[in-house]
């Protein structure tokens, strides 16, 4: 422990936390791939805007088609797959560049930021964004994960500004 450096313990952390996300899509990918139905059920109900206060004043916007929900359902499950593939791959790279030279390791976070700013379109622009702002998902008391995005969001987001940073030697 005595010959780890600064500079060596910004790269370990990098990849580490590369990995944490990693292992956090992994799971999304696990849960809503063995858990279709309760999953495919909450996509459902906010995009049918079923359960929220304004649905009168606000039920143009919902998408009350079936097979629409399955099929926007699979557009979120394949985001999820794409997104852990590249912070997979990310991880993988950053850890075969390890004790590389400074620009090999900094171009080898290129898929981890790829895989990170998916991510983010994912929990801000299709769940923020859309789920809240469009469909009023915040409005609705079993069907709410603002919350929920906003923290893997408040993960993901400073995650994405530390990896890029070119500070380890």
């Given amino acids: 422990m005595n010959n780890l ?25 696990y849960s809503n791939l063995t858990d279709y139905p309760a999953n ?22 919902a998408i009350t088609s079936p097979m629409l929900h399955h099929r926007i359902y699979w557009l979120i ?9 590249f912070c997979l791959m990310g991880t ?8 590389a030279s400074t620009e090999a390791f ?13 991510a983010i379109f994912v929990y801000y622009i299709c769940i923020q964004v859309v789920g809240v702002e469009w469909f009023n998902m915040d409005q609705s008391e079993a069907w709410n994960y603002a919350d929920w995005a906003t923290q893997i969001l408040d993960f993901i987001f400073p995650a994405l500004i530390y990896i890029s940073l070119k500070n380890e030697k």
Avoid at 9 to 29: D, E, H, N, P, Y
Avoid at 40 to 61: C, F, N, Q, W
Avoid at 106 to 117: C, N, Q, S, T, V
């Fill in 106 to 118: 900094h171009d080898a976070k290129k898929y981890a930021l790829i895989g990170l700013l998916i």
């Fill in 5 to 29: 450096t600064t500079q060596q313990t910004i790269r370990v952390s990098k990849l580490a936390l590369m990995s944490f996300i990693s292992f956090f899509g992994l799971l999304m990918m």
């Fill in 40 to 61: 495919y059920e909450y996509v459902a109900h906010i995009l049918s805007m079923d359960t929220t206060r304004d649905k009168l004043r606000y039920g143009y916007r």
């Fill in 92 to 99: 993988y790279q950053l850890y075969r560049q390890l004790n």
């Fill in 77 to 85: 499950i394949t985001l999820e797959v794409i997104y852990t593939a």
